[in-house]
């Protein structure tokens, strides 16, 4: 069951990539939405980042998007790259330039003030780059990929294996926890 409860997580968070992407598609591409715009690409990458390295969750995407082909290790690749040089740790100069002008009283021959511009990359169109775009289907591809290979095997190699043990399921069932003050998604595989 942990594993199936890893896979749920994991496609969980790729919905949340897709969800984010579309909300910052559907955010104007002006000034007053500048910032809205950056932590809504930020946020879907980091949640990217975490489907393709383990912690809690030992389930990952690595071979799937093997699976998916070379296309979909691209755009992971790229949006790795974004996630570990700019996102998650600023490293990449490409990506983001910080300038200090002294400001000169040439008469008084002294320094006024100094001004600092901090020019941080806003997302890939900066770059004339096609990524948004190939990151939101490279995340549908996998979020069907793990519905449609992972889900309904594991669900049916648990009933097999817990039918079994129907009469301890019986008298220790619970019903799932109310999502009274939680968001919850709820993941029912086969439909049943």
């Known amino acids: 069951m942990d594993e199936l409860a890893d896979w749920a997580s994991l496609w969980a968070d ?90 000169i009283d040439p008469g008084e021959r002294r320094l006024k003030r100094l001004n600092i511009r901090v020019a941080p990359a806003l997302g890939p169109e900066a770059e004339g780059d096609d990524l948004v775009e190939r990151f939101e289907k490279h995340v549908k591809a996998l979020r069907d990929r793990v519905w449609e290979e992972r ?6 190699e648990i009933l097999k294996e817990q039918a079994k043990k129907i009469e301890g399921l019986l008298s220790a069932t619970k019903p799932l926890t109310p999502a009274k003050s939680r968001f919850a998604i709820d993941i029912n595989p086969s439909g049943r």
């Open 14 to 103: 790729l919905l949340h990539v897709d969800m984010t992407l579309r909300a910052r598609r559907d955010t104007p591409d002006d000034g007053a939405h500048l910032f809205t715009r950056r932590a809504l690409w930020e946020a879907a990458v980091i949640s990217d980042g975490r489907t393709a390295n383990t912690g809690r969750r030992q389930q990952h995407l690595r071979d799937l998007v093997s699976a998916v082909g070379p296309d979909a290790e691209q755009c992971h690749r790229e949006v790795m790259a974004w996630r570990d040089r700019h996102v998650a740790h600023r490293v990449d100069r490409l990506r983001e330039s910080v300038e200090v002008e002294a400001i």
């Open 151 to 156: 889900f309904p095997s594991l669900e049916e």
